[in-house]
């Protein structure tokens, strides 16, 4: 009885990133199977239904040297802050989700539309404005261009030509740098989620298996987005014709049915083809088709 207490009471100390991330960050969560809950009074203390698992938001720029030191047993935090920071942590997994979408975010030199600035290179004596500080001073040092680089403490994108000539700002899609009227130069980073953990606890059998299911977890969630399941009965002599018509890649699962000649089949595919492929399988004979959702998938 004393043993199963002693389990029950272990805890991991688990940051999830405030601000951009935090949406995103709780969707993936919740399709991991963890589900998260922010009381207004408690904002920065989020519950879950994981017992185990001890949640506190905190920014991402910080969160890298609060793992190092001790302070939590693992995060979300993006790479760009990992690059930025130098702490010495455990990399456990990438995850490529941000704010808005299912893809990397990019770390971009952006000048006025009219800027003689063409390239990295005519950043030499000129002034640079941004939040990725330390990374942009050695990004520049190793290309051996002179040039002075500020910290902005927010709204970077109205800087370029009034309080510096060339801003590093994050985009996903570059829209709200067209819209304030900047041209993208160059990309100097390219970013996604990471797993990270403390090394200390990463030695700790129990926290070290409990991050690595945390990992399945998340990954499953995050290669599950956009893909959906599709189920259907074919007649065994239309079965090429259906082949045929589902992607190369994608190998289905076939079963043969009770009734003579007829089997399932059922395949994982993008959703976006989806639209384009039912009214060709229900031509070529596929019949019962069944579209559903998922959420997660461990390859």
Not at 203 to 217: C, G, Q
Request: glycine share 6%.
């Amino acid at each position: 009885m004393e043993k199963k207490l002693k389990m029950s009471e272990k805890k991991l100390k688990f940051a999830l990133p405030k601000g951009s991330l935090q949406k995103s960050t709780i969707e993936v969560l919740g399709k991991a199977g963890i589900k998260v809950y922010i009381d207004e009074d408690r904002s920065y203390y989020p519950g879950s239904d994981d017992s185990e698992l001890d949640l506190m938001l905190i920014r991402p720029q910080e969160m890298p040297r609060y793992i190092e030191s001790g302070v939590f047993d693992v995060g979300l935090c993006g790479w760009d802050w990992l690059m930025e920071n130098g702490s010495d942590v455990v990399e456990v997994a990438e995850l490529i989700y941000a704010k808005s979408g299912f893809r990397p975010v990019r770390w971009v030199l952006a000048v006025q539309e009219n800027s003689d600035i063409k390239s990295i290179k005519d950043l030499e004596g000129k002034k640079i404005a941004t939040e990725l500080k330390n990374y942009v001073e050695r990004y520049l040092k190793e290309r051996k261009i002179k040039c002075e680089v500020e910290f902005s403490w927010g709204a970077t994108e109205v800087k370029p030509g009034v309080l510096c000539d060339a801003i590093v700002e994050l985009t996903e899609t570059g829209s709200s740098l067209k819209a304030n009227k900047l041209r993208i130069v160059d990309e100097l980073l390219s970013s996604t989620t990471r797993l990270i953990a403390n090394k200390q606890a990463f030695k700790d059998k129990w926290k070290k298996t409990k991050i690595e299911n945390l990992a399945v977890l998340l990954k499953s969630a995050v290669q599950a987005e956009d893909m959906v399941g599709l189920k259907m009965n074919v007649k065994e002599k239309d079965l090429d014709k259906i082949m045929e018509i589902l992607p190369a890649k994608k190998k289905p699962t076939i079963s043969h049915l009770n009734v003579k000649g007829w089997v399932a089949l059922e395949v994982v595919i993008e959703e976006n083809l989806v639209k384009k492929m039912l009214p060709l399988l229900k031509r070529a004979g596929a019949e019962y088709i069944i579209e559903y959702p998922l959420n997660k998938i461990v390859y």
